[in-house]
């Protein structure tokens, strides 16, 4: 069975740009999950997809990041325009269900210079 | 606001025991996990405690006290394998269904 998977893996992208990141979860997994990592910091919570409906988006730092979930299938986060505090690591993860264990991609490592 | 602590770096020798701690203050309980990643990897899922207790689960167990705030991981029998971060995660309903990391605790081990 495929994991979460992430793409792309690294991006650099310069302030101002703005870039996409795509996340597929696991095949029938409902819930779907965006953190975000910075460097020497915690992960940290962005948002929650439950199918194609936003759950919960109390940790999404300002309206520079949209996320979507068409279809309830794979997940998009797009940063317009980037800022350099926006570089960190962004994970993605999915549930079958809210309150099982989540099971997490390897990440996006985001740079902009 | 929302709490958890765990010590930053852990060093240990292979075949041996090691105990990373994890305290936490938050508004709300409902679960805590433990999660390894290897550099450059995904976390991957170690062990849920949501009832006080031990949980057993191969080299790996996991402790609750809900009453005070604590968990530990407990890996037995190390192995080189075993230098990964170590990440302690509470999910506080109150503040949705969201995992609240600690910093993680990066365990290295040594022959």
């Known amino acids: 069975e495929a994991g979460v998977t992430q793409f792309p893996s690294h991006s650099v992208i310069e302030k101002g740009q703005t870039v996409t990141l795509r996340c597929d979860p696991i095949s029938g997994h409902d819930n779907l999950y965006w953190y975000r990592r910075v460097m020497g910091k915690e992960i940290k919570f962005l948002l929650h997809f439950v199918k194609e409906s936003k759950q919960d988006e109390s940790g999404m730092p300002n309206n520079r990041f949209l996320a979507e979930r068409t279809g309830g299938t794979y997940s998009t986060l797009k940063v317009q325009p980037a800022e350099l505090e926006d570089s960190g690591v962004y994970f993605c993860?999915?549930?079958?269900?809210?309150?099982?264990?989540?099971?997490f991609g390897q990440g996006t490592r985001l740079t902009v210079v | 606001g929302q709490n958890i602590d765990q010590p930053t770096e852990m060093t240990a020798t292979e075949g041996a025991i090691v105990q990373i701690n994890c305290t936490y203050q938050t508004s709300g309980f409902n679960g805590l996990f433990w999660y390894q990643q290897h550099a450059g990897e995904a976390p991957t899922f170690l062990s849920y405690n949501v009832l006080d207790g031990l949980e057993e689960k191969g080299r790996f167990s996991s402790f609750l006290s809900r009453s005070k705030g604590y968990s530990y991981l407990l890996l037995k029998e190390l192995q080189m394998k075993d230098s990964a971060s170590y990440l302690c995660?509470?999910?506080?309903?109150?503040?949705?269904?969201?995992?609240?990391f600690g910093k993680g605790t990066t365990l290295s081990v040594s022959s």
């Open positions: 993860a999915s549930s079958p269900t809210w309150n099982t264990e989540a099971f």
């Open positions: 995660a509470v999910r506080v309903l109150e503040a949705g269904t969201a995992l609240i």
